[in-house]
């Protein structure tokens, strides 16, 4: 063999050995989105539409599947969280959302962060009801209002509960799945401006017994903690079988880290996805200002690095969650992964290196640990899974 040769290939060899060692060195991936079920990219429309109505603290945004378009589809109202006003840091979820065969109502109840808390759930009913009056008008998807549910974050988890509320008393539809994530009534808040606001919280006995109920806390909520998550499922009178709370667990095993903040259910669409550009309502260059306003507003400097493409905090827990319980609420099918603490429910996938991202923690009732007013377990130290830093 030629030297040449020789030496090519021992830089092969070295080349291949030192790849696999890199390879090694890395650390695991997390999971990416599953191919099908609750969560899943099997998706039946290939396209969203928006338009848009309403004015000031009424204004609301509509997003129906296309491509192709169904005669009639279930409607999801989701409500946003205290100044997060356009639908842009919920636009992946929201675009799931439509994809999978659901109409989304994005209602804005507030027109600045100076509206006051106390008119927010009337402005949310009235931009509800004016949004299905446009649905209704024989130039949209139709909305089927026996399919009729209710998501929120932060602010919005408690205005969730109180359309649930007024839904019962026939202002709305009635919801059959309703769920509540990272919720925030103003004066439990960390947010200073926020914690000199009066409760908004309604009569929660009034929700109606039948609905399904998720009420969703993340471990490293330093925001809002777990206080109003607590209360809220605590006096929702909902039969005991159709309700859980639900704990979303951070996991630093590896790279990026799944970190389950307030801004964990928040995701934008990534600039290269080409399915649903009509969710960006605003530049991505304005969109990186807001989140760092947003940041310097709230004293939450990791605003920006939370809010990104979504993740499987995302695909396996907030999103795999609500698809579910839709499919128990509207179809009979997938409650076994929407409620029950079944380990199905539970499950977060696997990282790349096949170690299971940490699951679920599930409460069919709480117990007295978790009752209202006990500090969050995020400030209580809970321990990352093994081998975290």
């Known amino acids: 063999?030629?030297?040449?040769?020789?030496?090519?290939?021992?830089?092969a060899?070295?080349?291949?050995?030192?790849?696999?060692?890199?390879?090694?060195?890395?650390?695991?991936?997390?999971?990416?989105?599953?191919?099908?079920g609750p969560g899943g990219r099997d998706y039946s429309h290939a396209r969203v539409v928006m338009s848009r109505g309403g004015v000031a603290d009424r204004e609301y945004w509509i997003f129906e599947p296309a491509d192709p378009a169904p005669v009639q589809a279930p409607v999801v109202v989701f409500l946003h969280g205290w100044g997060a006003m356009l639908p842009d840091p919920y636009g992946a979820w929201i675009e799931h959302l439509v994809r999978k065969g659901n109409i989304v109502v994005f209602p804005r109840y507030q027109a600045t962060l100076t509206t006051p808390p106390r008119s927010m759930t009337d402005h949310a009913v009235a931009a509800v009801r004016q949004a299905l009056g446009q649905l209704s008008s024989g130039r949209h998807v139709r909305p089927d209002t026996r399919r009729f549910a209710v998501v929120g974050h932060s602010l919005g988890g408690v205005l969730a509960a109180n359309l649930a509320v007024r839904a019962r008393y026939g202002q709305l539809p009635l919801p059959k799945a309703v769920m509540v994530v990272e919720p925030g009534d103003p004066p439990e808040t960390a947010i200073w401006f926020a914690r000199k606001q009066p409760s908004i919280m309604e009569d929660y006995a009034g929700i109606d017994p039948g609905t399904l109920l998720?009420?969703?806390?993340g471990d490293a909520d330093r925001t809002v903690g777990e206080r109003t998550a607590r209360t809220v499922f605590t006096l929702a009178q909902v039969a005991a079988g159709n309700k859980n709370y639900v704990i979303v667990h951070s996991d630093r095993h590896g790279r990026p880290a799944l970190v389950a903040d307030h801004y964990a259910p928040a995701a934008l669409v990534p600039q290269d996805a080409p399915e649903a550009p009509e969710i960006t309502v605003v530049p991505a260059w304005m969109q990186s200002v807001a989140l760092r306003l947003l940041g310097l507003v709230t004293g939450r400097v990791d605003v920006t690095r939370s809010v990104g493409p979504p993740d499987a905090l995302d695909y396996f827990g907030f999103?795999?969650?609500?698809d579910a319980l839709l499919d128990a609420a509207f179809y009979g099918r997938c409650r076994a992964v929407a409620l029950g603490d079944t380990p199905e429910q539970r499950f977060m996938g696997t990282w790349s290196d096949g170690v299971p991202v940490r699951p679920l923690e599930v409460y069919v009732t709480l117990p007295p640990a978790a009752l209202p007013g006990a500090p969050s377990r995020a400030h209580a130290g809970a321990p990352e899974q093994a081998g975290a830093p």
């Open 13 to 36: 060899t070295l080349a291949i050995g030192l790849a696999q060692a890199l390879a090694l060195a890395a650390p695991p991936a997390p999971p990416r989105q599953p191919a099908s």
């Open 319 to 322: 999103w795999k969650l609500l």
């Open 1 to 11: 063999m030629r030297p040449l040769h020789r030496w090519a290939m021992a830089a």
């Open 214 to 217: 998720l009420v969703v806390a």
